[in-house]
C-alpha cells in the first residue's frame, strides 16, 4: 500500500533549526507537499518538491529525494508560533483528486 | 476572496442517526475534495467531486456519501452514525483537485467537528 512515515513529535527552542522528516513507500506521485495545522484547525499549505532537491521559502525549505524515498521539511530561527502539527502529503498519478497524508508531527517549541 | 467554508462547525449525534456536512468552496473553484482526520488514522481521503461528478472515493463504507451542486458547494453524508466517526471533516477547494494539482492552489476549511455519542 501507499504510506507516509513522520515523527510523532519533535520538541526545539525558540531560534533553533528543526528538520522534520517523511519517509514514504509509493511510487509514482506529482510531488511531496507539507501542510501545517494548529490546533486541528485548516492546514495551511506550507511547501511543494515536484523535483528532487532544496526549495526554500522564507523560514522553511523542503526537500526531496525520489531515489532515497525521503524528503524533509527544515524550520529555521524556530518561533513560538511554529508549535502546530506539520503533514507531508504526496498526490499519486493514479489516483487524480487525492491527496496522502502521513500522521503528522507534533511540534513543539520551548522558550 | 472568501476561503472555504465548512457548516456546522461543531455538532454532536447520537448513535444511528445520519449527518449532512457542508462545504461552500472558494469562488471559481470546482474541485472540492473531504478529508476524515482522527487521532488514530490522520487524514484521510474520503473522495472528491469535480463538476458535480464523483471523480475517486477513498476506503470508506457506503455509509459515507457525497454530492456536488451546481455552483459547486458540496455536502457529505453519514448515515447510521457510530462512535467511530467522530472525527474532525475537512473539506479541500481548488481549481482542479488536489492530486495532480500545485498544492499551493489547495484550500482547506476549518472542518467540521463530528461527536457521535
Known amino acids: 500500500g501507499q504510506s507516509l512515515e513522520q515523527p510523532s513529535e519533535v520538541t526545539a527552542v525558540e531560534g533553533a533549526i528543526v528538520q522534520i522528516n517523511c519517509t514514504y513507500q509509493?511510487?509514482?506521485?506529482?510531488?511531496l507537499s507539507w501542510y501545517q495545522q494548529h490546533d486541528g484547525g485548516a492546514p495551511t499549505f506550507l511547501s511543494y518538491?515536484?523535483?528532487?532537491g532544496l526549495e526554500e521559502t522564507g523560514r522553511f525549505s523542503s526537500f526531496l529525494s525520489r531515489s532515497d524515498s525521503y524528503g524533509y521539511l527544515l524550520l529555521q530561527e524556530l518561533q513560538m508560533k511554529d508549535s502546530a502539527s506539520y503533514f507531508c502529503?504526496?498526490?499519486?498519478?493514479?489516483?487524480?483528486?487525492?491527496?496522502?497524508f502521513g500522521q503528522g508531527t507534533e511540534l513543539s517549541v520551548k522558550p | 476572496k472568501a476561503g472555504v467554508t465548512q457548516t456546522p462547525r461543531y455538532l454532536i449525534k447520537t448513535r444511528g442517526q445520519q449527518v449532512t456536512l457542508s462545504c461552500s468552496p472558494i469562488?471559481?473553484?470546482?474541485?472540492v475534495s473531504w478529508y476524515q482526520q482522527t487521532p488514530g488514522q490522520g487524514l484521510q481521503f474520503l473522495f472528491e467531486y469535480f463538476s458535480e461528478t464523483q471523480r475517486n472515493k477513498g476506503n470508506f463504507p457506503g455509509r459515507f456519501s457525497g454530492r456536488q451542486f451546481s455552483n459547486s458547494r458540496s455536502e457529505m453524508n453519514v448515515s447510521t452514525l457510530e462512535l467511530g466517526d467522530s472525527a474532525l471533516y475537512l473539506c479541500?477547494?481548488?481549481?482542479w483537485g488536489t492530486g495532480g494539482a500545485n498544492p499551493n492552489t489547495i484550500y482547506f476549511g476549518e472542518g467540521s467537528w463530528l461527536t457521535v455519542v
Open positions: 502529503a504526496v498526490g499519486p498519478s493514479n489516483q487524480g483528486g487525492k491527496l496522502i
Open positions: 518538491n515536484a523535483l528532487d
Open positions: 469562488s471559481g473553484h470546482r474541485s
Open positions: 509509493t511510487s509514482g506521485f506529482y510531488g
Open positions: 479541500a477547494s481548488s481549481l
